[in-house]
């Protein structure tokens, strides 16, 4: 007999819809062959439903058995057709009644005794659900979490193949999960430092809020030990909550790479990814055979944190150029081509020579001059113009240091600030691509950042003395909109552009 059960592949962000039908002739050897490009792990399913199917009491019949998924031309990844593959042998060998299959999606990975395992990519999927007009998704239990968010469709969580064969031969019935509304969902994971722990440094928390303020990159240079690290790690803390758009955006591709935990929901936060500087070319921007996402988009709409920015190697560097300045990375491979979202702001820390010291007031440089100068050449010039604002971080002074932190301005209260810019710019951008200021293109800079005489005269000076590129040209005033806007003003005024303008680099080696 012959069956056809539903279910979905991701490609790139987007779900695309899988017929998998499963064909037992009367006659023939026993076989079991799955046709319609198959990766090993789909192909490995045989095994595991095999086993599946026989550990929850049905039978696997010794038949030519063949399942095929359609569409034949999409190569198909992963070990989410377990469950339609068994379902589709348990109705094609009419050990399921007569059920009408058509108006549900099925997905997640078998275990040997037939329960449910944790499944990548199912958000994408159960979204596809949703928009093709299936009334069911049936998925693993651990899962559950994740597409409870998607209203609009029925979710019904699945702990293993014996529960769900009960359910669909209405001996006992699976209940729906409720619908969960994005505003009761709150991450309460505490950051690993707070703003008020950070002694002194002013100037780079400041640059730092307002970093989180307009989601612009950041560059931290600074003596060892002088607390770069510290304040990136404590930058999480400030920063804007995600809106519903951006957390779903987010968690899709957390979906797909198999970074959402077992029974974790829509991510909240933003992300702070810090890859290592020995990470891949093809883990920081992403790829492979199947591109997968790298990290710059697992920080998309967070925060990409390089530690040690010099250490990376330049190719890989020189590979964020352009996801920088496009929010989007586009991976072609032979198999297709893929684009994965990118809108990160980038956080590097480094130190200004090998040997840590130069420029520094309290111990001499070891370095020779060739040294100082091959090591900032490290990172190259149009990587360096791709960063807003460029603060050194001077050594802490001992008194700093042994001072009281009790009137420090906590990450709680500073995170309202940013927020409260933020949403400025949200109202700003509401009918744009836009969600913060460091996104504008040079038309919108145009549009949304007049300049009054004074502004521009000073502009103007800066660009003969500082020698501005058009493109910090346009970076200083995006800066200056994101002072203004923590101020809550409306107009740019000189001190806004003269702040922002301290902010670029004080030499380009
Ligand atoms: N301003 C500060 N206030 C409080 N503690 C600090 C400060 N700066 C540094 N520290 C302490 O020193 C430790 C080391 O600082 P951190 O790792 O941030 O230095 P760094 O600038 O990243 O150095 P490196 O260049 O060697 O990587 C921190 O974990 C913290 O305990
Ligand atoms: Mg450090």
Redesign the pocket.
Known sequence: MLSKVFSGATVGLNGVLIEVEVDIPSQGLPAFNIVGLPDKAVEEAKERVRAAIKNSGADIPPKRITVNLAPADLPKEGPSFDLPMAVGILAASEQLPQVDLTESLFLGELSLDGSLRHTAGVLPLVLLAKEKKFKKVYLPLVNTQEASVVAGVEVYPVSNLLQLFKHLSGVENITPAPVTSFSTLIDQTPFEFDFA?????EQAKRALIIAAAGGHNVFMK??????????ARAYPGILPELTEEEAMEVTKIYSITGNLQENQSVIRHRSFRSPHHTTSRIGLIGGGAHPMPGEISLAHRGVLFL??FPEFPRHVLEALRQPMEDGVVTISRAAGTVSYPAQFSLVA?A?PCPC?YYGSDNKPCKCLPGQISRYQKRVSGPILDRIDIHIN?PQ?KVE??IESSRGAEKSESIQKKVQNARNIQLKRFNNTKFKSNSEMSTRAVKEFCSLSAGCETLMRQAVSQVNLSARSYYKVIKVARTITDLEESQEITSSHIAEALQFRPKEID
Not at 197 to 201: D, V
Not at 222 to 231: D, E, H, N, R, W
């Open positions: 722990e950070i002694q002194g440094q600074g003596v060892p030990g002088s607390g770069k690290t510290m304040l530690d040690e820390a130190n840590g971080v802490v700093k240091l």
